[in-house]
C-alpha cells in the first residue's frame, strides 16, 4: 500500500536557522509529490510540487524539495526561516486518480 | 476566485447524535475530496467524487458516514450515529482536472467536530 513518512513531528528553530524536513514515501509508479502547508487558523495550500523534469523543484516563500528517485525522498529545503513559516507541512503523494496520500506532518516553530 | 467553502467551521454533539456538513467547491471543478485530518495526524481520504459519482470510497466507514453530491457541485457528509472517534477536522478539497487528475487540490478551511 501506498505510504508516505514524515521525520519530525515537531521542529523547532531559531530565525534564519536553515531547514530541512524529510519526507519519504512507498508507491511503485510513476509519483507526483506535493508539499501542503496549513499556517495557524488558515486552510491547507500548496507550497510546492514535482510532476516530472528537474527534480530541484522550487516553491513559494523561498522553499525547495529535491526528488531522488532511489531514495523515494522529497525533502523540504529552505535556506534561512522566518517566523511566518511557523506552521504544519505535510507531505503527499499522488496514488493515482488524483488521490492524495498524506504524510502525518510536521509542526515548524520559528522562535524570533 | 472563491475558494472552496465549507460549514459549519465548528460543531460539538453528544455521542450517537447525528452530524452534516456541506461543501461547496470551487467553480467548474469536476472532483471533489472529502478528508478526515485527527489531531496529530494527516488528512486521510474518506470519499473521492468525479462530477456526480463516487471514484473511491473504499475508506469511508458506511456503517455511519455517508455522502452525495446529488447535483454534481456541492456535497454533504453526513455522521450517524457519531462515535467519540469521529472527533475530527472534515476537509474538503476540489480539483480540476478529472480523469488526468494529477493531485493538485485546493482545499476549503474545514469543519471541526468534537463529539462528547
Known amino acids: 500500500a501506498q505510504s508516505v513518512s514524515q521525520h519530525n513531528h515537531h521542529v523547532i528553530l531559531s530565525e534564519a536557522a536553515s531547514l530541512e524536513l524529510g519526507c519519504n514515501y512507498s508507491y511503485g509508479g510513476t509519483v507526483n509529490l506535493f508539499w501542503y502547508v496549513q499556517y495557524p487558523g488558515q486552510h491547507l495550500q500548496l507550497l510546492l510540487k514535482?510532476?516530472?523534469?528537474?527534480?530541484l523543484v522550487k516553491g513559494i516563500k523561498g522553499f525547495e524539495a529535491e526528488f531522488i528517485k532511489s531514495k523515494f525522498s522529497f525533502n523540504l529545503r529552505k535556506p534561512s526561516v522566518q517566523w511566518s513559516d511557523t506552521a504544519e507541512y505535510f507531505c503527499a503523494v499522488n496514488a493515482g486518480g488524483g488521490k492524495l496520500i498524506f504524510g502525518q506532518g510536521t509542526e515548524l516553530s520559528v522562535k524570533p | 476566485e472563491a475558494g472552496v467553502a465549507q460549514s459549519p467551521r465548528y460543531k460539538i454533539i453528544e455521542k450517537r447524535q447525528s452530524v452534516a456538513f456541506w461543501c461547496n467547491p470551487i467553480s467548474g471543478h469536476a472532483t471533489l475530496y472529502w478528508y478526515q485530518q485527527i489531531l496529530g495526524q494527516g488528512p486521510k481520504l474518506l470519499i473521492q467524487f468525479q462530477n456526480n459519482g463516487v471514484v473511491d470510497d473504499s475508506q469511508l466507514p458506511k456503517d455511519r458516514f455517508s455522502a452525495e453530491r446529488l447535483k454534481g457541485v456541492d456535497s454533504t457528509l453526513k455522521i450517524q450515529p457519531a462515535k467519540l472517534e469521529d472527533s475530527a477536522v472534515y476537509l474538503c478539497?476540489?480539483?480540476?482536472?478529472?480523469?488526468?487528475?494529477?493531485?493538485?487540490?485546493?482545499f476549503g478551511e474545514g469543519s471541526r467536530l468534537t463529539v462528547l
Open positions: 514535482y510532476f516530472s523534469g528537474d527534480p
Open positions: 478539497a476540489s480539483s480540476s482536472t478529472g480523469q488526468r487528475n494529477t493531485g493538485e487540490l485546493f
